[in-house]
């Protein structure tokens, strides 16, 4: 017998739509039946959509995760010698940099301690101070949302600096994706990668990306291949040719969570009728969700990691634990049958914990509603005044960020 799963309210994964959990316990599909390449092709189409892609990009869905994504953004652009800058605002930006450097990359970190960020004009002086020196950097790497910390740049100043300077710039969306602002085209940034189980609301084990015209010239252009399973080359047919509703084969695609993945993405298309609108409806959701449980986070007197308001991501909320409590605290909130997650950074080891807010559950007052008291409950005591002052502070919250009339009809 087992009991019923605890709300996921951890950073990813995290809980998903009774749509995308249907599709997903669906018997599997193999990779020629025609409903499955109907789906591949709409889930590549769509990908573009939600990246609000330009029309010369190509979206990828293959088997992994947002670790293989990154290894595939490393080793796709960027060659053994080259110069690569990474942003980094936690263990994620970290990561990325120790790939290059595996890679054979000439690797400059720009950093900032735990909770704060590098600006664009950090990066911009950086990447002007490399072109004067004559080693220009082939491509700036940046997270969007470093999960370690709750820390989120905007990435349009990143992208435009990069463009000025002739370099690439790629963003890691695993923890920001369809939960924050990202406007591809627009931007003029290179690469956008993810993950299936974070904002886009699916079970783990995808790795998802759009990369542009500029940065498929940069795979086409390299030196060497990345290894054969990475190659942008290797699986590009294939994406290519489900879009045009034929199936194609290189490894065995994951054909239940691909056919999920269709579901999910058209879930969030069909907010609005043009993408644009779907997408700046799916990002307020998550913002109203971040901003409404913060109300209740400041009335239990939690403080967040990120130094400023407006570092603070909307897809999760990294909160430094009160004086005199610490891991047992996670544990309490587990037995209140809410799944949070303890810190990732070892810089903070010990200090803090994560609360992700992102995917379906943002449609789901009540399960936020859930997730304070059950917060509350651990840290004051359930149905202790702290715990009433913190519901009252989310629900006020809650209410006057709902947003104008029409905007409710989201499904
Ligand atoms: N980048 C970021 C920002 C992440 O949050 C994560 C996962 N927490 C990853 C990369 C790695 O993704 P995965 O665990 O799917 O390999």
Known sequence: MSALPPLLM?????????????????????????????????ALGDLRSVWLAAPGSQSFAVPGGGTLAMEAAATNLVAAGERALVISTGVFGDRMAEMLRRRGAEVEVLAAPPGA???????????????????????????HVDTSTGVRIAPAG??????????????????ATAGERFEMAEWEADLYFTAAQKALGLPPGLALWVAGERALEARRALPAPPPLSL???????????????????????????????????????AEAPAAAEAMARVWSRHERAARSLRAAFRALGLAPVPVSPELEASTLSALRFP???????????GARGVAVAGGLHPALAGTYFRVGHMGSVTRRPEALARTIAAIAGALAGDGSSAAREAAEAFERSWTESAPAAAA????
Not at 23 to 38: K, N, T
Not at 239 to 247: D, G, H, L, S, V
Not at 408 to 411: E, I, K, P, T, V
């Open 158 to 175: 990143f992208a435009r600096a990069a463009r000025r300077h002739g370099a690439l710039s790629a963003f890691d969306g695993v923890c």
């Open 231 to 269: 190659d942008w080359e290797a699986w590009r047919p294939v994406m290519e040719a489900y879009e045009a509703r034929r199936p194609a084969y290189f490894s065995t695609p994951a054909t239940t969570l691909v056919a999920a993945l269709a579901v999910g993405l058209a879930e969030l298309l």
């Open 323 to 333: 004086a005199g409590r610490g891991g047992e605290l996670v544990a309490a909130i």
């Open 117 to 143: 960020a590098p600006t664009a004009a950090d990066a911009e002086a950086a990447l002007a101070r490399a072109v004067a020196r004559e080693r220009p950097f082939k491509a700036l790497f940046a997270t």
């Open 10 to 42: 951890i950073p990813g994964p995290v809980e998903i739509s009774p749509a995308v959990a249907a599709a997903a316990a669906r018997p599997p599909r193999g990779h020629l039946d025609p409903v499955f390449i109907e789906s591949f092709g709409a």
């Open 408 to 411: 409710g009809s989201a499904r």
